[in-house]
C-alpha cells in the first residue's frame, strides 16, 4: 500500500511540473505566433498582440527568481520582486544573445521602482522586460528610423510607473559612430495617433552620448523605449538655448504691443483709411495673432498638457504663419497694382477678396492636413547640445509644431520661400519702374525718390527678414539663428514704425496741400 501512495505522489509531482512547464512556455508560443503574424506581414492588431504576451508573462508560473524565454527577433524577461528590492541591472552581455542581435543594449532600474506598489499593496511583484529586435510592431508615420530596430520595454505587473525621481537607465550601442545624427530618446505613447495605435513621444527621457556609440535614455516612467535616429546637423549648443529664448520673448512681447497699437490707432481713424491701410491692418492683424501663439507654443507642450490641445494649438500657428506669409505676398502684389496701373487701381470688392485669399487659402491648406494627416502636428523636439565632462547630454527643447519632415518642408519653408522670392521679384520691378518715374522729375526731391524708400520700407520689412531662414547652414548658421531671430521676432514693431512713418507723411503732404490752398484763395 506504501509502494502504491509512493508511486502515485510521484505521478502527481511529474504531472504537476508538467503542468507549471507548460504554463511557462505558453508566453513562448504566444512569441512564435506574434512573428509568424510579421512573416506573413498581414494586417492584424499590434496592440492585441502585445499585450496578449504582456498578460502571458505576468501569469506565467515558473521556479526560482527569473525566467528568459526568446525567439529569433523577441526576447522576454519575468523577475519576482518584492519589497525589498534593491534594484536591477541587466546588460544583453550576460543574457543568451538572440540570433537577431547585433549590438549590445541595457536597462538599470532604480530602487524606487517599487515603493509605490508596495505602499499601496505589500506583495510579490512581477517585472517584466520585452525586448523587440525589429520595429515592425510599432508602425511609425516619422522619416526617423530606429536605432538598431530595437524597442526595450518594461512593465511592473498591472501597476503605471510614473514621475520617478530617479530615472530607469537605457543604453543604446552602434556598432559604428553615431556623430552626424540626431538622437532622441522616445517612449511608445499608446493611443496618441489616430492611424496606429500608437506614436513615439520624447516626453519624460533626457538623452545622453557617454560615448560616440552610445546613447543613454534616462526616463522617467516605464514604457517601450527605442531611439530615434535622423541624419541632420549637430545640435545647437545649449549655451544659445537661453539668449534665443531670451530675444524671442522680449521681441514678440514688443510686436504683440505695437500691433495691437496699430491697430487701435486705424480703428480711431477708420474714416479716413483707404484700401492700402487696410490690407496693413490685415498684416499687423496676422502678425499679433502669430506671435500669442508662438508665446504659448512651448507652455502647451510641457508633458502635464494633454496631447490634443499641443496639437490643436500646432495646427493654430501654423495657419497663422501662413496666413502672415500670405499677407506679405498681398502687400507685394498690392504695390504690384499700384505702381503698374499708376495709382489708379479699382477693383470690386477688392479688399474682401484679398481677405478670403489671406485669410481663406491658409485654413484650408491646414484644415486639409489636419483632415489627411493629423499626427503631422504635436511635440516638435529641438535638441540642444550639453557637453558634461567627457560625455554629451540633449536638452530636448518642445514646442508645439509640425513635426513631419516633409509637411515642414512644404507647407513651411516651400511656402515661405515662394512669399519671399514673390516679394524680392516685386522689389526689384518696383525699383526699375521707379527709377523711370524719377528720371522724368526735374527736382531732386520729389515723390518718385520718397516712393523709392517706400518700396524699400515695405517690400524689404515684407520679404527679406524671413529670407534668411534659409541660411541656417555651416558658417552661416549661428549669425542666421540670432539675426532671424532678432528681426523677425520684432516683426510687428518695425511694422507699427512703418505705419506711424505712413501716418506723419499722410498728415504732412495733407497740410502741405492745405497751406497751397490757403494761400491761392488769399491770392485771388
Not at 506504501?2 to 512547464?21: E, N, W, Y
Not at 531611439?227 to 522680449?250: C, G, H, N, R
Request: proline share 4%; net charge positive; with cysteine.
Amino acid at each position: 500500500m506504501d509502494c502504491h501512495a509512493a508511486l502515485f505522489l510521484c505521478l502527481c509531482l511529474v504531472t504537476s511540473q508538467s503542468r507549471a512547464a507548460e504554463a511557462a512556455q505558453e508566453p513562448l508560443h504566444w512569441m512564435e505566433k506574434m512573428e509568424a503574424v510579421y512573416q506573413k506581414r498581414t494586417l492584424t492588431n499590434f496592440a492585441e498582440l502585445i499585450h496578449g504576451l504582456e498578460c502571458r508573462l505576468l501569469n506565467a508560473t515558473f521556479k526560482g527568481y527569473n525566467i528568459t524565454l526568446q525567439t529569433r527577433t523577441i526576447q522576454t524577461l519575468a523577475f519576482k520582486l518584492g519589497c525589498d528590492f534593491a534594484g536591477l541591472s541587466l546588460n544583453s552581455d550576460a543574457l543568451k544573445r538572440a540570433p537577431q542581435t547585433l549590438a549590445r543594449h541595457a536597462m538599470q532600474f532604480p530602487t524606487e521602482l517599487t515603493q509605490k506598489a508596495c505602499r499601496m499593496r505589500p506583495k510579490e511583484l512581477r517585472l517584466i522586460c520585452i525586448y523587440f529586435f525589429k520595429a515592425s510592431f510599432f508602425p511609425n508615420d516619422n522619416h526617423s528610423s530606429l536605432l538598431n530596430n530595437y524597442v526595450l520595454g518594461a512593465q511592473l505587473g498591472h501597476e503605471h510607473v510614473n514621475n520617478l525621481k530617479e530615472p530607469i537607465n537605457i543604453s543604446f550601442w552602434h556598432n559604428q559612430s553615431l556623430e552626424g545624427y540626431t538622437v532622441t530618446c522616445v517612449f511608445w505613447k499608446e493611443g496618441a495617433s489616430k492611424r496606429h495605435w500608437g506614436l513615439w513621444s520624447p516626453e519624460g527621457c533626457r538623452t545622453e552620448q557617454p560615448s560616440p556609440s552610445q546613447v543613454l535614455c534616462r526616463c522617467s516612467h516605464l514604457s517601450y523605449f527605442a531611439v530615434l535616429m535622423q541624419l541632420s546637423p549637430a545640435p545647437l549648443p545649449a549655451e544659445l538655448l537661453a539668449p534665443l529664448t531670451y530675444i524671442s520673448l522680449v521681441g514678440c512681447s514688443i510686436s504683440i504691443v505695437a500691433s495691437m497699437l496699430s491697430i487701435l490707432l486705424n480703428f480711431h481713424a477708420r474714416k479716413q483709411s483707404n484700401f492700402t491701410t487696410r490690407i496693413h491692418m490685415n498684416l499687423h492683424a496676422s502678425v499679433l495673432l502669430l506671435n500669442v501663439t508662438f508665446l504659448l507654443s512651448p507652455t502647451l507642450a510641457m508633458p502635464s498638457v494633454p496631447e490634443s490641445a499641443c496639437m490643436a494649438l500646432a495646427a493654430i500657428l501654423h495657419y497663422m504663419l501662413l496666413s502672415c506669409l500670405t499677407w506679405m505676398a498681398i502687400e507685394g502684389f498690392n504695390l504690384y497694382l499700384l505702381l503698374g496701373r499708376v495709382y489708379n487701381v479699382y477693383i470690386r470688392r477688392y479688399v474682401l477678396k484679398l481677405c478670403a485669399v489671406g485669410w481663406g487659402v491658409p485654413a484650408f491648406l491646414v484644415l486639409l492636413l489636419l483632415a489627411i494627416k493629423s499626427s503631422a502636428y504635436g511635440h516638435h523636439t529641438i535638441p540642444f547640445s550639453d557637453s558634461q565632462g567627457n560625455s554629451t547630454g540633449f536638452q530636448n527643447t518642445s514646442i508645439c509644431w509640425v513635426r513631419s519632415p516633409g509637411v515642414h518642408s512644404v507647407l513651411v519653408m516651400g511656402y515661405g520661400g515662394v512669399t519671399s522670392l514673390f516679394n524680392l521679384v516685386v522689389l526689384a520691378w518696383a525699383l526699375w519702374a521707379l527709377h523711370k518715374l524719377k528720371a522724368r522729375e526735374k527736382a531732386p526731391g520729389t515723390r518718385a525718390c520718397r516712393d523709392t524708400v517706400t518700396v524699400l520700407g515695405l517690400t524689404v520689412l515684407l520679404g527679406t527678414t524671413w529670407a534668411l531662414a534659409f541660411f541656417s547652414f555651416g558658417i552661416f548658421l549661428l549669425p542666421q539663428l540670432f539675426l532671424f531671430t532678432i528681426f523677425n521676432s520684432l516683426y510687428g514693431f518695425f511694422l507699427f514704425l512703418w505705419f506711424c512713418f505712413q501716418r506723419c507723411r499722410s498728415e504732412a503732404e495733407a497740410k502741405t496741400e492745405m497751406e497751397a490752398f490757403s494761400s491761392s484763395q488769399m491770392l485771388q
